[in-house]
């Protein structure tokens, strides 16, 4: 799926696999989300089933979140996201070292074909190293973020940014480089 083919979301075969991943994964959240805060090593250990295991060292996931395919979801060391991160990940998410992503972040790799709303299609989603990505940015599918690059509050992201860039925007724009 992270290569853009189309999917009817009515397909039994489709429905069995990716359904299962999203009830796993939603029950998983709901679970991380009603955690008592200070019970670190029970939300910690939720997060690595939610990730299939994968949780790297410093990495740091803020509840409440929605991940709706864990399983699609590569995080590297150093990762902090705060709270209200919704991952549409069906189509892949990968998110390199030491980057940072404020709260309410939205990455979307799914998206629906305009003349079939039972249709969809996917693109992976690449966040590179030491990235920052602020309050309330949507990142939409087959979208790169660059190596050091900033992404302004409230900015839609339909395009890549390149490395060492600031950009801001509805659409963002790269407004300097850094």
């Known amino acids: 799926m992270r290569h853009g083919k189309a999917y009817d979301i009515r397909d039994a075969a489709y429905q069995a696999q990716v359904h299962g991943e999203i009830d796993r994964c939603t029950h998983l959240c709901q679970e991380i989300s009603l955690c008592d805060s200070r019970r670190k090593d029970e939300i910690l250990a939720k997060e690595r089933a939610l990730l299939a295991g994968r949780l790297e060292e410093g990495t740091y996931l803020t509840p409440p979140l929605m991940i709706d395919c864990g399983s699609r979801v590569f995080l590297g060391r ?101």
């Open 78 to 178: 150093n990762v902090f996201a705060n709270h209200h991160l919704t991952m549409m990940s069906l189509g892949t998410i990968t998110i390199e070292d030491g980057v940072m992503l404020g709260p309410e972040v939205g990455l979307f790799t799914v998206n629906h074909e305009p003349r079939n709303i039972r249709t969809i299609m996917t693109k992976e989603i690449h966040i590179k190293k030491n990235a920052w990505i602020g309050a309330r940015v949507s990142i939409l599918p087959g979208v790169t973020i660059g190596e050091n690059a900033i992404v302004g509050t409230g900015s839609i992201v339909t395009k890549d940014i390149p490395d060492n860039c600031v950009a801001v925007g509805n659409p963002a724009r790269v407004i300097k480089q850094i």
